[in-house]
């Protein structure tokens, strides 16, 4: 009956709906069912609604609107309590980590400062703000003085706490989903990301494997997921590890007898993060203790994020079991960054840095520093330093000569796919049209793989995009031929010899 009234809303008192939630629901369901469905302004109460620089120092502040709302409701809560305290109430300062309330006398304050009826309005607040909680304080309307050193004294509990989970999980700051500049090399390795983070656990994506060569953006995937956890469920735990790091943590448990305390810090997490998998090849025993570590927490819906240099596929010299686990989830291979996500990465640098360089230099480097993210903050760093020296002013000239050690001298700027075809038909003694038509036989099929090599290796294109090149081939078919050209070495050592005569 009471479930039904719930549903439909007839003839049930808003205080009761608010008891029912608050003590029977809520051991199920998330407070936060209030704040979605109870957000209407009850009968015979009216709730004051602050407006920004209104008298007095007010804020608008939508969640202590909504809370105020959630807590008309409460009937722990007398007419008098809400209607001459805590309506009166105004918000002094909220930057969402910090609430500060101000009440309007000596008297209100004594009521909710350390009382039982603060730790109500502080509950209903969490409720408000998504089940997040923040830091809330109450002062006297116009304390200045108080004001301030509240704010103050909280920030620094605030810094302080997220400096401790960072220490306890292995986790940087720096490395977040906002920061990761994403273009078609990664676009949905970041998606998947994103969403791992959302909804950690979830079987279609767990274990969440990345690999791909160094200082493609692997960790800050890694560590981004992490971080987005811990802000989004921040009840969760969750370490951040390297596989060494692992490793040398159960070789000590071996010597310390301490195993017991290394297996619950690793199998007692809601995500995992594992860096550089591949450190396992070789150490048998280590194999073992992660496979068991993996099952249990597979087992109980925990996450598992893993980076690697190569796909598990390649992983020839890890235990067969592992290998299979790691393909059970999601793989995605991170690409180096092409042109524009070059552009992009230095372009956002520029912009934290507050100085400009022009596009003809941004150019240069976005053309010739390729290999990877790593390298191109590198030459942005050393940039960074030499414009503070010449007082914002360097020209390409300089730059150019400042680039040297991470640029090859004499490098060809500008080689493009039609150049790359064109030296391969010349060397092979071909016309250049064969190797984009749809000719099969044993010498234009060999030009073609080496072609279509050489654009992958040289120019980091994506596989798609070769194949729309050469003829409109499937992206299977240019990996493939790509596959032919890296494992044989006499066709490997002619692509290079091509190269090196274009450059």
Not at 358 to 364: F, R, T
Not at 404 to 410: D, E, G, M, R, T
Request: hydrophobic letters at 40%; glycine letters at 6%; a neutral charge.
């Amino acid at each position: 009956m009471t479930i039904n009234m719930m549903l439909t809303g007839e003839n049930l008192d808003p205080g009761l709906l608010y008891r029912l939630i608050r003590f029977t629901i809520l051991p199920y369901f998330s407070r936060i069912i209030i704040a979605k469905c109870l957000f209407i302004i009850p009968p015979n109460r009216d709730i004051m609604l602050t407006t920004p620089f209104s008298p007095g120092g007010r804020m608008e502040s939508s969640v202590w609107n909504n809370a105020l709302k959630l807590l008309s409701y409460d009937s722990d809560i007398d007419s008098f309590a809400y209607e001459s305290v805590i309506s009166k109430m105004s918000v002094a300062y909220d930057d969402n980590d910090v609430l500060i309330l101000a009440a309007r006398d000596e008297y209100s304050l004594s009521l909710v400062k350390g009382q039982k009826l603060g730790k109500t309005i502080e509950d209903a607040i969490k409720t408000a703000n998504n089940g997040k909680a923040c830091a809330v304080k109450y002062i006297l309307e116009g304390d200045e003085k108080a004001l301030n050193s509240s704010v103050n004294a909280e920030k620094k509990v605030v810094r302080q706490t997220r400096t401790e989970a960072v220490t306890s999980t292995g986790l940087t700051g720096e490395f977040t989903f906002a920061n990761f500049v994403v273009g078609d090399c990664n676009r949905f390795a970041h998606a998947s990301a994103v969403s791992v983070a959302s909804k950690p656990g979830q079987k279609q994506r767990n274990p969440f494997f990345l690999w791909g060569n160094s200082g493609l953006g692997k960790t800050h995937l890694m560590k981004a997921i992490g971080n987005a956890v811990l802000e989004q469920h921040p009840e969760k735990k969750v370490i951040y590890t390297t596989c060494e790091a692992f490793t040398n943590a159960f070789i000590a448990t071996i010597n310390t007898n301490k195993y017991t305390e290394f297996r619950n810090k690793f199998r007692t997490v809601d995500v995992l993060l594992i860096d550089d998998i591949q450190f396992l090849i070789g150490k048998e025993g280590v194999q073992t203790e992660f496979f068991n570590t993996f099952e249990a927490l597979i087992e109980a819906g925990k996450q598992i994020v893993i980076t690697c240099d190569k796909a598990p596929s390649n992983l020839t010299e890890l235990n067969s079991r592992l290998i299979s686990r790691f393909q059970d989830g999601i793989m995605f291979d991170v690409q180096p960054p092409d042109f524009e996500t070059r552009k992009a990465i230095l372009l956002s640098k520029l912009e934290n840095e507050s100085f400009t360089l022009s596009d003809e230099i941004i150019n240069y480097i976005c053309e010739n520093v390729t290999t990877n993210i790593r390298q191109l903050n590198g030459a942005f760093n050393t940039i960074s330093s030499y414009i503070t020296l010449a007082n914002g002013e360097l020209t390409l000239d300089d730059v150019q000569k400042i680039l040297i050690p991470l640029i090859q001298p004499n490098k060809k700027k500008y080689l493009t796919p039609e150049m790359i075809i064109k030296a391969v038909s010349n060397y092979y003694d071909l016309n250049p049209d064969k190797l984009t038509s749809k000719l099969r036989n044993a010498d234009v099929s060999t030009a073609r793989n080496v072609a279509m090599y050489m654009c992958r290796e040289y120019l980091e294109l994506k596989y798609e995009k070769i194949g729309q090149l050469f003829g409109g081939r499937k992206h299977t078919t240019v990996m493939h031929g790509c596959d032919n050209v890296d494992e044989n070495k006499e066709l490997k050592a002619q692509a290079e010899e091509i190269y090196k005569a274009m450059t």
